[in-house]
């Protein structure tokens, strides 16, 4: 198959659109057996920070929720099941200079459609060193930082959020790449 | 909850002056978070960067988030990637959709969630190690 083949002018079918998660998964656990629904975070406002120089002359940051590999954590490997064990619930950072074996085997990817064989397609790190080196960025910050998926919106909001933007400041970043696994 | 976090992440440090751009799969989600700057793949979830296997598509999607970084007008900026999963978009009906599983399944689902929050309830409460 073509891998940039755009839409054709035709009709598309009618389930070809971006795939309702909330709907999906609040009736999935509903099935399951699960009471009330998650309230997802909803803001009717968002901020926004202008760039302050262009991208060439900025340090650029980057934010995962990919978990580093843990050997004694049981099953983290591509199609690995879902593995709570290997979550974590602190934000960590790892230095940008050098490579890491980052997992998603504790987040709820499409273990269908995906097998989790390329960290390339999740954690664009060996890709951001490359972009750099050609000047489409002024500069990788040295270090990367890891987000916990905290099902608490507090946690993750009143916790790890302010931990994120002082290690960012501390890394003098002037934006931010935030991948969602 | 992945695509929540990082979209409260986004709006948390934009709030406090730096500029994002977050890349991901789970478009609804993102969008009713609310966040500045959005590129989005339909691709299957754990996809955020580009297909698997294949650097020219992870090249585009990483420059096309950078451009969205660097051009979009106003907060609530979505961009599509062109890029398509597949030639049949039947990928979208498999993920956690009931509909496709027998009552049997379900009841295995079920135990095993149960037995995954307890791991990570044990994880939680064990004392912090550091």
């Known amino acids: 198959m073509d891998k940039h083949n755009i839409h054709e002018s035709v009709q598309a079918a009618d389930h070809d659109v971006p795939i309702p998660y909330r709907e999906r998964i609040g009736t999935y656990y509903q099935t399951l057996g699960y009471g009330a629904p998650y309230r997802w975070a909803h803001y009717a406002e968002v901020p926004f920070a202008p760039l302050k120089k262009p991208l060439g002359e900025s340090r650029i940051g980057l934010i995962t929720t990919a978990a580093p590999f843990q050997p004694d954590k049981g099953d983290q490997g591509p199609g690995a099941a879902y593995n709570g064990s290997a979550k974590f619930y602190r934000v960590y950072s790892g230095d940008t200079a050098v490579d890491h074996d980052l997992r998603i085997s504790h987040i709820g990817y499409d273990r269908v459609h995906t097998t989790a064989t390329d960290s390339n397609s999740w954690f664009p790190l060996p890709l951001l060193r490359q972009v750099a080196k050609s000047g489409r960025i002024g500069e990788l910050a040295p270090r990367f930082h890891g987000a916990p998926t905290n099902r608490s919106q507090r946690v993750t909001v009143e916790l790890d959020c302010p931990e994120l933007l002082a290690r960012l400041r501390e890394d003098r970043a002037d934006a931010v790449i935030l991948v969602a696994v | ?130």
């Open chain 2, 1 to 130: 909850m992945c695509h929540q976090t990082v979209s409260l992440a986004a709006r948390y440090l934009e709030e406090h002056g730096i500029p994002t751009v977050v890349m991901g799969c789970a478009k609804d989600i993102v969008e009713h978070v609310g966040v500045p700057r959005f590129l989005f793949s339909d691709f299957p979830l754990g996809s955020s960067t580009g297909r698997p296997h294949d650097p020219e598509s992870q090249a585009f999607t990483l420059e096309l988030a950078l451009r969205v970084l660097e051009s979009a007008p106003a907060p609530r900026t979505t961009v599509q990637s062109p890029l398509i999963w597949s030639a049949s978009p039947d990928w979208k009906l498999d993920f956690s959709n009931v509909a496709r599983l027998s009552s049997e399944e379900i009841a295995r689902r079920r135990a095993e969630f149960d037995r995954q929050k307890e791991i990570a309830k044990a994880i939680r409460e064990k004392p912090a190690a550091e």
